[in-house]
């Protein structure tokens, strides 16, 4: 008994093996003779490649057209339909009637394939030349004349032409065609987007389909670019919102303050200073001194330095380039000359008012530098409220109108003073302002100073 199990298992396993290579035959066959799957090619990608070919077309014709235009300005706008017409046909050229796909198909992988050949002449690529020819004059060719046509006729005035004039039909009939190729074209994409097949129109009149040009073929896309653009835009974004709000020239002035203050000098102690042989600082400081500190008391230094700006210099039209001694004039050459300090000054004072350092200027000139000096916050004292005089160099926190008296009986008038007091009358001035923070008073005819809103401060 025990001779004839291993013959038992032996048949058994032999019947096994048997069975298993007729079913792997079997399973071998079907798969054979069941036809592999198509591809399945998104539509976005056909509508992608579209896109490209149109980029691609673009980027080549503008240096090109740039060219034109250095050469001669009327070449770029009498040949541009011609050379845009080059473009494309070197284009499909290279591309489809070489390769059987576009550029932009390519990179999408993708390629062109007629179900049928119908034709003995062949391209380069194997597809049918009659139907290659065919497409491109549809989509070349064609869309070239229809351009050409339409500007034509737009530039004689075939549309203002009489009802029974031939050119004013020709237009109807040219407005009409492209009104029902218009709405073949839509209906062909509704279409394309049902079934995805055909793209255009010329591809579902000739039959030409964009296939995978690969057996297997899948989809990859990268958002990485995608995200860099989105953070890119994100923060432009925020930086043009937030710069407006920075004031610039406040920032730059207080990191110049702070790092003036910082020297070799200031931080080391006051025994190790005569080693490096810095001086002790004398106890009286010496006065300073502004730009305009050796104009004369008659004369506007304000008035002065506007009319000492250059502006030929655009970078320096806000700055005073040179300086106006007292009683000086400028001569043909552009320097300044002396004249006789007898004759009238050359800047004058107009309603003068005095600053708080002392110092007399045009009323608009300083209220026009105080009221600017606040705003952009760019002088001198607490957070810059404070404009810098011309002549003392100390900052301004308020001024008042300068009240002179005047001899003599028939000033001006020509009506004699009966009381015999031969003093102006006084000028009350009020200025006011609701949205502005400078206060005027009618009374003495000051001008005061900015208060800051937001600390609080004064500077009167």
């Not at 989809?219 to 920075?246: C, D, G, K």
């Not at 506007?300 to 210099?313: L, V």
């Not at 004058?348 to 600053?355: E, F, L």
Request: aromatic share 10%; with cysteine; glycine share 6%.
């Amino acid at each position: 008994m025990s001779s004839t199990l291993p013959s038992e298992l032996a048949q058994s396993w032999q019947d096994a093996w048997n069975y298993a290579q007729w079913r792997i035959s079997d399973i071998q066959a079907r798969i054979d003779s069941t036809p592999s799957p198509r591809p399945r090619i998104t539509r976005v990608g056909k509508v992608d490649a579209e896109l490209l070919d149109a980029e691609l077309a673009q980027l080549l014709k503008e240096p090109l057209t740039k060219a034109l235009g250095l050469a001669n300005s009327t070449l770029k706008a009498r040949w541009e339909p011609e050379l845009t017409l080059l473009i494309h046909l070197v284009l499909y050229k290279f591309s489809v009637w070489d390769q059987g796909a576009s550029y932009g198909a390519k990179l999408q992988g993708l390629k062109y394939a007629l179900p049928t050949s119908r034709t003995r002449f062949s391209s380069t690529s194997g597809l049918p030349g009659s139907t290659l020819l065919l497409h491109s004059t549809l989509t070349i060719l064609v869309p070239y004349l229809h351009n050409r046509l339409r500007a034509h006729a737009l530039s004689n005035a075939w549309p203002d032409a009489p009802s029974s004039d031939r050119r004013r039909k020709a237009w109807e009939l040219l407005t009409r065609v492209e009104s029902i190729h218009g709405l073949a074209a839509l209906l062909n994409f509704v279409l394309f987007l049902w079934n995805g097949r055909y793209r255009t129109l010329t591809d579902r009149l000739l039959r030409l389909r964009l296939v995978s040009a690969r057996k297997h073929f899948q989809r990859e896309v990268s958002y990485e670019f995608m995200n860099r653009q989105m953070v890119w835009h994100a923060f432009t974004e925020f930086l043009l919102f937030l710069l407006p709000l920075i004031n610039v020239r406040a920032l730059r002035r207080q990191f110049m303050s702070m790092t003036s203050r910082f020297t070799l000098t200031s931080v080391m102690p006051a025994s190790l200073r005569p080693l490096i042989g810095s001086k002790t600082p004398p106890s009286q400081e010496k006065a300073r001194r502004g730009k305009y500190w050796m104009l004369s008391e008659d004369q506007c230094a304000i008035c002065a330095e506007n009319a000492s700006t250059n502006f030929a210099d655009p970078a320096g039209a806000l700055s005073s380039l040179t300086v106006i001694p007292p009683y000086a004039a400028i001569d043909a050459a552009g320097s300044p000359s002396y004249s006789d300090p007898d004759q009238a000054p050359q800047f004058p004072v107009q309603t003068p008012y005095m600053t708080s350092c002392g110092h007399v200027y045009c009323y608009y000139c300083l209220t026009e530098r105080m009221m600017r000096t606040a705003d952009e916050r760019s002088g001198v004292g607490p957070k810059g409220m404070q404009w810098e005089c011309l002549r003392c160099g100390e900052g301004v926190n308020s001024a008042d109108r300068v009240e002179a008296q005047v001899e003599g009986p028939n000033y001006l008038s020509g009506v004699d003073d009966e009381d015999g007091d031969d003093s102006m009358s006084r000028m009350s001035f009020e200025f006011g302002s609701e949205d502005a923070d400078t206060e005027f008073t009618g009374m003495s005819g000051s001008v005061g100073s900015y208060t800051d809103n937001e600390s609080g401060m004064s500077s009167d």
